[in-house]
Structures are given as C-alpha cells and as structure tokens.
C-alpha cells in the first residue's frame, strides 16, 4: 500500500521558491494500477519521485507498506520519461545493468536479462545497440531492465508518449499481460485518457501547479482486459465521456 499523505514541495532556486505539490493525499492499493493524470508541468514527476524515495516532500509523508519512505525505496521500479539507455552498451549489457551493480556475477545475470528480453518480445536483440532499436523497443528494453529485479512497485511516468498509437496499444497489450502474471502495484503517470482507462483501477486527476487532487475516479472495466475489443465498449465510452467532462472544466481553467 502507497499513501500520500497531505504531501506538500516546494523547490527553491536562488531567493525564489515556488510549490510544485499542494496538500496531496492518494492512497493506492497493492496490486492495482493507478493513472495519474494533470496539466503539463503540474507536478506528477515531482510525485513519482517523493515515492521512490529520491527526494522527501516539504510536508507530510508517504507511506510504503506501513513504513513512512525516508530514503530509495528499493522495492520500487522507475521509468522516467527519458530512456536514459546507455548508448555504448548492448541491449543485454543495458538489461543486465541492475544486477551488474547488485553484483551479480555475468552468467547469471546474463541468463536473467536474456530470459527476460525474450519476455518482452525482444530475443535476438540482445547484440543491438539503441541506435539501431525503435521507439517501441526501446521502451521494451526500459521495461525489461526495471522488471529484471522483480520489483513490487512500478513507477511508470508516461512510458509510450512518444510512441506512435499503433505501437502505444501494443505496449497496453504487453504491459497487461505482464501486470496479469505478476500484479504490481502501478502508478502510470499519462496525459491520454485513452491510455488511463485501458490500463487503470482508478484515475486521479491532479490540478494546474502547484498539484492538487482535483477528482478521482474509478475504472470499473473487468479484467483480464483486451486492448482490441476494451475500447469500443459501451462502458468505455461511459467512462470516457463521464472522465471528459470532468477533464474538460479541468483543463478550461488553465487554458486562458
Ligand atoms: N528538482 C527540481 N528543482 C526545481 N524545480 C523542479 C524540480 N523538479 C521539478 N521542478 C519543477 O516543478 C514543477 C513540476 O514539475 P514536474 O516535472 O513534476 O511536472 P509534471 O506534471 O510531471 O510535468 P509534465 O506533464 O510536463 O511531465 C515544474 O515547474 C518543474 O520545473
């Protein structure tokens, strides 16, 4: 269980400061999948990071299991919205960076980085570099390398943005199924509706900055779902008129 918890940030720079995040409080329940949507420059970055322990908020706390997160919570999976691929290496030598640093020795965790390239639909990349991969392998490599160390926690911070919407349902469909075999807790930071209401349990919907709540609401779509069939049902569309509307006010606000 993840709880933010009347989470306040402010950042300084020279004499100024300014607040990024505003009396936050999210709870997020183990094993589901939690969108964060909110205006370009709102904060939810700023969010991932208080949860992953990289940096404490100014007010308030988060909660990890019961446990108030006071340094880098290890059981948390990042994927920031750059690839951050190392370009002198090989995918194998990319996946395997985790456990190279965990010290593991090379065969086995050459074994496990290849076993889950394969998962992702990556084998026989393992000898390419990231200048010869697409958008969409690339964000393959990013999963298989934050997956590799099994964490409970997925931190996803709008992972296919730059995808094409092709290729973005194709990684929906993969990260479906590989939340269906392993139920992480996810928290998927997008600013497509379409995205949020596929893949989540609940979306919470944060304000212009600095980031407030504004609303929040559940996406009650059965599972196991199909990224083919899911978004032309009645009760998607339901969803995504009711979330639009809401949105709509939302994003009137900050549009001058
Ligand atoms: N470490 C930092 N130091 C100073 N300012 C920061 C820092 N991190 C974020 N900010 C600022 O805080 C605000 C919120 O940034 P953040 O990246 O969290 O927004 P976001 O909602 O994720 O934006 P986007 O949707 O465009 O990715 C921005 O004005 C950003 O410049």
């Given at each position: 269980?993840?709880?933010?918890?009347?989470?306040?940030?402010?950042?300084?720079?020279?004499?100024?400061?300014?607040?990024?995040?505003?009396?936050?409080?999210?709870?997020?329940?183990?094993?589901?999948?939690?969108?964060?949507?909110?205006?370009?420059?709102?904060?939810?970055?700023?969010?991932?990071?208080?949860?992953?322990g990289?940096?404490?908020?100014?007010?308030?706390?988060?909660?990890?299991?019961?446990?108030t997160v006071g340094d880098?919570?290890?059981?948390?999976?990042?994927?920031?919205?750059?690839?951050?691929?190392?370009?002198?290496?090989?995918?194998?030598?990319?996946?395997?960076?985790?456990?190279?640093?965990?010290?593991?020795?090379?065969?086995?965790?050459?074994?496990?980085?290849?076993?889950?390239?394969?998962?992702?639909?990556?084998?026989?990349?393992?000898?390419?570099?990231?200048?010869?991969?697409?958008?969409?392998?690339?964000?393959?490599?990013?999963?298989?390398?934050?997956?590799?160390?099994?964490?409970?926690?997925?931190?996803?911070?709008?992972?296919?943005?730059?995808?094409?919407?092709?290729?973005?349902?194709?990684?929906?469909?993969?990260?479906?199924?590989?939340?269906?075999?392993?139920?992480?807790?996810?928290?998927?930071?997008?600013?497509?509706?379409?995205?949020?209401?596929?893949?989540?349990?609940?979306?919470?919907?944060?304000?212009?900055?600095?980031?407030?709540?504004?609303?929040?609401?559940?996406?009650?779509?059965?599972?196991?779902?199909?990224?083919?069939?899911?978004?032309?049902?009645?009760?998607?569309?339901?969803?995504?008129?009711?979330?639009?509307?809401?949105?709509?006010?939302?994003?009137?606000?900050?549009?001058?």
């Amino acid at each position: 269980m993840i709880e933010l918890q009347d989470i306040g940030k402010t950042f300084s720079k020279g004499a100024q400061t300014f607040r990024a995040v505003q009396n936050v409080n999210v709870r997020v329940d183990p094993q589901s999948v939690v969108a964060f949507i909110g205006p370009s420059g709102c904060g939810k970055s700023t969010l991932l990071n208080m949860i992953a322990g990289l940096y404490p908020p100014s007010e308030g706390r988060v909660r990890y299991n019961g446990r108030t997160v006071g340094d880098v919570n290890t059981d948390v999976g990042y994927m920031t919205q750059k690839d951050n691929l190392l370009p002198w290496r090989a995918v194998l030598d990319n996946v395997a960076l985790p456990l190279e640093l965990a010290g593991w020795p090379p065969a086995k965790r050459y074994d496990a980085a290849r076993a889950m390239l394969a998962h992702v639909g990556l084998d026989g990349f393992e000898q390419k570099f990231s200048s010869e991969l697409s958008g969409g392998m690339r964000k393959r490599v990013c999963l298989a390398r934050m997956l590799l160390h099994g964490p409970q926690v997925l931190l996803l911070d709008e992972p296919f943005a730059a995808l094409d919407p092709q290729l973005r349902i194709a990684m929906h469909d993969l990260l479906l199924k590989l939340w269906a075999e392993n139920r992480q807790t996810i928290i998927l930071v997008t600013h497509d509706l379409m995205e949020a209401i596929t893949l989540a349990d609940r979306i919470v919907v944060f304000s212009k900055r600095p980031a407030r709540v504004a609303f929040e609401g559940i996406v009650d779509l059965p599972r196991p779902r199909d990224v083919d069939s899911i978004r032309f049902t009645s009760r998607f569309h339901e969803i995504y008129t009711a979330f639009w509307e809401r949105l709509r006010q939302e994003y009137d606000e900050v549009t001058p």
